[in-house]
């Protein structure tokens, strides 16, 4: 039988980076607070063994799915068929949760799992009396489509039968589901927003050896994932190679999810630029944003929780399929002057990138009062665990 307080979070990753990037802030931020903790994250993501782990944090990785353009899903590596695929995660997922028996379950964006594959797991903690707390980002979706996902799905059943708490990764100024997703009033004593959760800073050594970084201050270029961010790239490529007289070289970062054939043509063009460098993928990107000068991304919401902690001058390209989330976030943070956007087709031309490019070491920064109030979901965290894991530990760090 484990011994101390024991954490199990399930962190779907079926595309991207964002959910995994999530957890494991989260679970490094508890164990330095909850010297008594062990943290378990159940993951299907394909890269998550090129990530470091704190001391009493690890990983369980079950077999991977990607989601198709079309919103199906299929096996990522293995040649079987998704539902063979799915009842062998059911199966490892709910065997690690009776195993591990954690004090709290912690389950990142999809209430059920993929295709309802944490319901046998939430049945059989809720029975044996754990907490199952739901983690959401600030913004899911447009609030129709969510609603309408989630009667499709049986969430909202779900929600009140299994959750005893629902964690809001964001603050109400930004997106409100109690008001703004039909059917979340009803929960709203369940709700807990926690503000955003803040980055800290990390030592250059830490950057995978020979990253090919600028001898000077650059624009860092976040694509995400990678999987959709070719758009993004293309763009900020197109407005160096024809505008050479952009002051400050970019490095870009092109994700380990895109397309080799795209990823190869992108960086033939960058090589073909003096002022451009890029890379495949890095596992400690909070390294990059110290000698960046502004950053262009696509605002998922681990960059934008980057760009608050460092306070950097951003321009947003966001994506707008298949979820309108990375949009309505952009416009948001643009209305209370946290970044700029280029959210329209029209918009997203070279010789507006490269205008942007020109001007974005100079644009304003984000407030001292702003960035406080819409941080701290780190500590807003540990607090809500408070009960489960030491009631009587005062919350700040260990370590």
Known sequence: MPTGRRLLIYSHDSFGLGHLRRCRA???DLVDRY??????I???????????????????????????????????KLNINLNTTLEIRQSIITHTASAFDPDVFLVDKEPLGLRGEVEATLDLLTGRGRQCVLGLRDVMDEPRALYAEWQRKGVFPALERYYNDIWVYGLPEMFD?????????RLAERISFTGYIERAAA???RLAPGLPLPDRPYVLVMAGGGGDGAELVDLVLAAYESDPTIPHPALVIFGPFMNSEQRSQFQERADRLANVFATTFEANPEALYGPA????????YNTFCEILSFNKPALIVPRTEPRLEQLIRAQRAERLGLVRTLASEGERRPEVMAACLHGIADWPLASAA????????????????APAFDPKKPVARSA
């Open 26 to 28: 989260i679970a490094h």
């Open 35 to 40: 010297p008594n903790l062990s943290v378990l």
């Open 42 to 76: 159940l993951s299907g993501s394909p890269i998550i063994g090129s990530f470091d782990f704190k001391s009493r944090v690890d990983f369980v990785r079950v077999p991977g799915v990607i989601k198709l353009k079309n919103g199906d899903y299929t096996s990522l």
């Open 177 to 185: 589901p109690i008001s703004e997703i039909p059917g979340m009033d």
């Open 203 to 205: 030592e250059p050594d």
């Open 293 to 300: 000068v502004g950053v262009v991304a696509m605002g998922g």
């Open 370 to 385: 702003l960035r406080r109030r819409l941080l701290g979901g780190l500590e807003r965290i540990a607090a809500l665990c």
